[in-house]
Nanobody, 118 residues
Framework: VQLQASGGGLVQPGDSLRLSCAAS????????VGWYRQAPGKEREGVSC????????FTADSVKGRFTISRDIGKNTVHLQMDTLKPEDTAVYYC????????????WGKGTQVTVSS
């Protein structure tokens, strides 16, 4: 499955962004979908994940209370709502998919850049 992340941009601290992930064949509803991010010079970090049954088994402590993952079943997309953005949220964000949430998820899309700066 080919994934496409979108919605990144340049925002100021405290602003919000909503990232979207879609699959080229409209099968995203059948997969667990996660978001990872990688900042320059830092290791890749898991952000959150949602199962096909809309269970959310994981959200990183660094974004809890600010970021929310959700599905739009009708549009076969997964969103990452990011509120109260901080400069340390600056990274390339990737959506990933597989049968289950967890390490080593198989399908990766191209990332979308999120830059939080005043």
């Amino acid at each position: 499955v080919q994934l496409q992340a979108s919605g990144g941009g340049l925002v100021q601290p405290g602003d919000s962004l909503r990232l979207s992930c879609a699959a080229s064949d409209d099968t995203l509803n059948y997969y667990a979908v996660g978001w990872y991010r990688q900042a320059p010079g830092k290791e890749r970090e898991g952000v959150s994940c949602i199962t096909s049954a809309e269970f959310i088994p994981f959200t990183a402590d660094s974004v809890k209370g600010r970021f929310t993952i959700s599905r739009d079943i009708g549009k076969n997309t997964v969103h990452l709502q990011m509120d109260t953005l901080k400069p340390e949220d600056t990274a390339v964000y990737y959506c990933v998919a597989d049968n289950f949430c967890g390490k080593g998820m198989k399908y990766w899309g191209k990332g979308t850049q999120v830059t939080v700066s005043s």
